[in-house]
């Protein structure tokens, strides 16, 4: 079972400029979450911190008790080993083919063999689908054979927690798609704890079992799907709907005075009712996802807290089972 | 703009600190030792050799026409020398080893920076300090001490052959003034020097490497800055030695 990530009123500025100030949150053991956010909002920032590649100004961030942001540098690289990250373009070693990339964490903190290690990577490497290209350096395949090619990596040491920075980016629908399949696939067979940070609707809508959301300089919400996706928050279902109307402009945000005369002028755009796409299930012949059930509990439990539309899709997904088809569910606002 | 300078001689000094201690630190990359021992030698031994002939010659002649005047033409031999050997050649072997190597090491590590991949590595809990960074300063270090053997030797036979040949003077003198004026601490000087030499050479390129700005344009400043300050700090450490070492080591003539 993978581990949980409490992150704690951190704070992030590079020089003078603040990136995002203030964001708790606790990543559930061995679920998938997603974090959402405008481009430039500090979503990559936020992945990096986690690791503990750069250093917030403060608030913590804990891992088995381990502090990624002030304990001793040695208690850090320690802790790293539970994490796997996939770059965005892959991050592979130039100078090495991608059999010797993806068994360079084992070749560096195992003492396995040669044989083990090239049964363990030509597991990996068929499990990213990538079989037959193993001898090609990185330099002669595509983008998204090299994403792969970094998740394949990032997967050897049979990690605890799973970091995807933007899998889908520079990925054709399709290939989006079978990748948020994977990932799910993934977390059915090793039960670890995912933090995906994208911009895709897709795989926002059908991966996650928590999200959240970056926006000026805050974390706008974090928690289970259904509230952000009933959310009534003009950022996020801006963003949901991809439209241009809303605080959310072309540099950033927009200033009060272009969103009035937004606003006079956007009657036209009513809050038209937002499906819950059902959460993909792992592909046939794989074991359930063992998140499903914590998660259930734990959902369950904090029911009072969440907002009635929440609770009422919430309730409503539940009441379903695993296996309804896709039923359309109003947004809040629309007068259901 | 001063404290500015003074983190970056800050950062400069941790990074060495931080290399020193990884140079102990268990497993020692000695692959990648070797690969680099290799790459830095075989970029700087032909221009050294090629270099320190006529850098010898120049200096041959200008002490050869100097002490003519002076009427102490005897005395040539041993003052060429000690210049050569003191000076000239751990010099020339900085100069190529930062030029040649030291470049190459800082676009190497500045290109796998800005590709994220030692990010990547820290990430897999490796510390580029001690895969990347030790293995390249020990290999420039060692290659520093070896080549300066090699100029010493090139430079000061150099020196003899012009002597000899092109300003009339004696084998005989040339040899005696040689052993009243030189001593073994001389040599000893000059491969300490070419060793620290090695050492700054190898941490500022490195030092500029893992810390470029923004994007492949960066990498290309990075790599010229590098060379520029390994030169300043060159030329100054090597003014501070040889102040040091003629204050604590009495000449053998006087």
Redesign the interface.
């Known amino acids: 079972m993978g581990i949980e990530v409490v992150v704690e009123g951190l704070t992030m500025s590079f020089g003078k400029q603040n990136i995002w100030q203030d964001v708790s949150l606790t990543l559930p053991a061995g679920e998938v979450s997603v974090m959402l956010g405008p481009s430039g909002t500090g979503k990559t920032v936020f992945l990096k911190s986690l690791i503990g590649l750069l250093k917030p100004q403060q608030g913590r961030v804990l891992i088995n008790g381990v502090d990624m942001v002030n304990s001793p540098e040695r208690d850090i690289y320690e802790t790293r080993k539970l994490f796997g990250l996939m770059f965005q373009d892959g991050a592979l070693f130039g100078s090495m083919t991608l059999f010797d990339n993806i068994a360079f964490p084992l070749r560096e903190h195992t003492r396995k063999r040669e044989s083990e290690i090239r049964r363990i990577v030509m597991e990996r490497i068929e499990l990213v689908g990538l079989l037959g290209a193993e001898d090609k350096l990185p330099g002669e395949i595509s983008g998204g054979m090299r994403k792969r090619a970094g998740l394949a990596r990032a997967l050897v040491l049979d990690p605890q927690i799973v970091l995807c920075d933007e899998p889908d980016s520079g990925l054709d629908p399709v290939r989006t798609a079978y990748l948020s399949q994977l990932l799910i696939d993934l977390n059915a067979r090793i039960d670890a704890t995912m933090l995906i940070v994208t911009h895709n609707l897709d795989i926002a809508a059908t991966v996650p079992d928590n999200m959240g959301m970056f926006f000026r300089r805050r974390l706008v919400t974090f928690g289970p799907r259904e509230v952000l996706l009933t959310s009534d928050e003009p950022v996020v279902t801006q963003f949901l709907a991809g439209r241009r109307e809303g605080p959310i402009g072309m540099s950033e945000e927009k200033d009060a005075a272009l969103l009035a005369a937004e606003a006079a002028g956007s009657a036209s755009h009513p809050a038209g009712p937002r499906d819950i796409v059902p959460q993909l299930e792992p592909s046939p012949g794989l074991p359930p996802r063992a998140a499903v059930t914590r998660r259930r509990e734990r959902v369950l439990r904090m029911l009072d807290q969440l907002p009635p539309a929440a609770r009422a899709a919430i309730r409503d997904t539940y009441a379903r089972g695993a296996a309804a088809p896709t039923l359309t569910m109003p947004a809040p606002g629309s007068g259901s | 703009m001063i404290a500015g300078a003074l983190r970056q001689t800050g950062r400069l000094f941790a990074l060495a600190a931080e290399v020193s201690r990884a140079v102990f630190r268990r497993p020692f990359q000695f692959r990648e030792f070797v690969e680099q021992f290799w790459f830095v030698a075989s970029v700087t031994i032909l221009p050294a050799a090629l270099v320190s002939i006529p850098f010898g010659a120049v200096i041959a002649l200008q002490v050869g026409s100097l002490t003519q005047q002076l009427g102490a033409q005897s005395f040539t031999g041993g003052a060429s020398v000690l210049a050569v050997i003191q000076q000239a050649s751990p010099l020339i072997v900085a100069l190529l080893i930062a030029g040649a190597g030291g470049s190459a090491i800082c676009a190497d590590l500045g290109s796998?920076k800005i590709?994220?991949?030692l990010?990547?590595m820290?990430?897999?809990?490796?510390?580029p300090v001690q895969r990347l960074v030790v293995p390249r300063v020990l290999a420039t270090m060692a290659v520093a001490v070896l080549l300066n053997g090699m100029v010493s030797v090139v430079g000061t036979l150099g020196g003899y052959f012009f002597n000899i040949v092109l300003q009339g003077g004696t084998p005989g003198a040339y040899l005696s003034s040689f052993s009243a004026l030189a001593q073994l601490p001389d040599l000893y000087i000059s491969e300490l020097k070419a060793l620290v030499f090695g050492f700054i050479a190898g941490i500022v390129a490195a030092y500029r490497g893992l810390n470029p700005r923004g994007g492949p344009k960066g990498v290309g400043d990075a790599v010229n800055q590098s060379v520029v300050i390994t030169f300043m700090l060159l030329f100054f450490v090597n003014m501070v030695l040889t102040g040091i070492y003629l204050q604590i080591v009495p000449p053998k003539g006087g």
């Open positions: 796998r590709r994220e991949e990010d990547a820290e990430v897999m809990g490796v510390s």
